[in-house]
């Protein structure tokens, strides 16, 4: 079984800058692949960064240059660093990632229950 929690959210000011945690625990060997998703009120979900184990990133453009998703497998975690905020970044950020378990089986899709962010003018 493996567990994601998402923390690091909050009010932030228009120009700030939060960075939200996504920790992975059970069964975790590695996260071999993560992804951050948003979904604001009335919106489809959207996905904003994705990360793989060789680095390999991608952004939607809406975030890129203001946002950073990296994987720290010594700690289990994933990070997203938001910069230079602004008030339509204003969401609940969710968590999904591709586990690797400590029986050398794949875990797919797993999903932390969220942390919202909100930015304001």
């Known amino acids: 079984q493996v567990q994601l929690v998402e923390s690091g959210g909050g009010l932030a000011q228009a120009g700030g800058s939060l960075r939200l945690s996504c920790a992975a625990s059970?069964?975790?060997?590695?996260?071999?692949?993560a992804r951050w998703y948003r979904q604001a009120p009335g919106k489809q979900r959207e996905l904003v960064a994705a990360?793989?184990?060789?680095?390999?990133?991608n952004y939607a453009d809406s975030v890129k240059g203001r946002f950073t998703v990296s994987i720290d497998n010594a700690k289990n975690t994933v990070y997203l660093e938001m910069n230079s905020l602004k008030p339509e970044d204003t969401a609940v950020y969710y968590c999904?990632?591709?586990?690797?378990?400590?029986?050398?089986?794949?875990?797919?899709?797993?999903w932390g229950q969220g942390t919202q962010v909100t930015v304001s003018s």
């Open positions: 999904n990632a591709d586990i690797l378990t400590t029986s050398w089986r794949p875990s797919r899709d797993n």
């Open positions: 990360i793989t184990t060789d680095t390999t990133t």
């Open positions: 059970g069964s975790v060997f590695m996260i071999s692949a």
